[in-house]
DNA sequence: CAGGGGGCTAAGCGATCGCTCAGTTCCCGG
DNA sequence: CCGGGAACTGAGCGATCGCTTAGCCCCCTG
């Protein structure tokens, strides 16, 4: 089942044909952007008429905005809870990488859609969107922080390098393919590490300094 | 003039209508994408007729496969001409990373249109863009490659640390604002350290190993 | 069994899409 | 001064868009 990766976000959604006319349109906005898909198009994914969807939902734009809504929710969520009850700000660094990147790789339909159809929200709505963007970059830039302080890190610039490693997770979303070499785990593994060296983590115990 | 960083990977282009076309294309798919965007705009945009652009171009794709391709064609050659006449891998790479970022930034209007309208060309025009794709992914596993082999960098995962550095560089595209607080300048500095970060790489000198 | 409201569909509205075509303008060789 | 072709426009074609409306079905309540 193609929508499996799909279910974990938005398995709360009721009534059951809301949930479904969902599904389709994050499937449809993920292939052909929100602009190229026809309600014809979502409706007939859910198996109902076109004129279904606008009793479930106001306009085509509402559905982007509920898909990005849930989507951007669960992936601050993911970060909150990966940063949570770490032992030092390696571990905490390592662990929302993962995360994150993880739930890139796995709901990478769902983070198409959240991360490249911000465009094409309605200006209110896309105002209530950036508020939770922003909630994700603190959290990561607050584990850049805390490691720097606690000598952990060596990074000259903070603010950069925390969104260089945002973007990084995010961009997962646009080239991971399930029929790919790698899976989410192992890329997850791989980006933990690849954000280590970019926050100069010197392992525990070797603290000297070069120079 | 908002076309100037447009201007120089298009100026080539003759006749000047094909070229005004172009630069309006480009800053439409940008602005809207590619489905979004209606060839009365493009038109419009050049200062002419909806008509008038199928004089030039026989289709509303192929004109975003010219752009496409002269996009691709542009940043593979940056990528070239980057890692030449370096001293070792580290300069290679150090290079390479500053003029990828430093073309995606500046350039950003045609970057994204090149890294994220893929999806939008025909099935012919897209295997031609592929071989394009492939080879500037070849360019930087090759600089990694090399400096593995010299004993410059450290990199346990070569091909995974590649598509990290290549997608650290393209997501520039998505992100980069002229109204923002870096100069494309100082996002290429930056990303070319957190490369070297990434390979490990080690300065002259310090060979010794850790464990 | 009667009454009524929510979920759904068939049909279609006005608008707009990519693209075409007949016709006008203008430049340029002879 | 003339003939012809390239560049371009105004008008419009058939198709399709987001969305609406009128009405049907079916279940729930009493």
Redesign the interface.
């Known amino acids: 089942m193609t929508t499996g990766e799909i279910d974990e976000s938005f398995g709360g959604v009721t009534p059951d044909a809301a949930r479904r006319l969902l599904l389709g349109a994050v499937r449809a906005f993920a292939?052909?952007?929100?602009?190229?898909t026809t309600t014809r198009d979502i409706a007939g994914r859910a198996g109902m008429s076109p004129a279904a969807l606008y009793i479930h939902y106001k306009t085509k734009e509402e559905l982007l905005f509920h898909i990005s809504r849930v989507g951007h929710e669960r992936s601050v969520a993911v970060l909150e809870e990966a940063v949570e009850g770490a032992a030092d700000s390696a571990e905490r660094l390592a662990r929302a990488v993962r995360a994150f990147v993880r739930w890139h790789a796995e709901h990478h339909t769902t983070a198409r859609v959240v991360?490249?159809e911000l465009?094409?929200l309605g200006e209110e709505h896309y105002a209530r969107i950036v508020v939770l963007r922003r909630r994700s970059e603190e959290i990561l830039r607050g584990v850049l922080e805390e490691g720097v302080r606690s000598g952990e890190f060596d990074i000259?610039?903070i603010r950069?390098?925390a969104?260089?490693v945002m973007?990084?997770c995010?961009?997962?979303a646009?080239?991971f393919s399930p029929e790919g070499r790698?899976t989410p785990d192992e890329?997850g593994e791989?980006?933990a590490?690849?954000a280590l060296?970019?926050a100069?983590h010197r392992?525990a115990g070797?603290t000297s300094s070069?120079g």
């Open positions: 292939e052909r952007g929100f602009h190229a991360q490249y465009a094409a000259p610039d950069g390098t969104l260089a973007s990084l995010i961009d997962v646009r080239w790698r890329i791989l980006y590490d690849l060296r970019m100069g392992p070797l070069s």
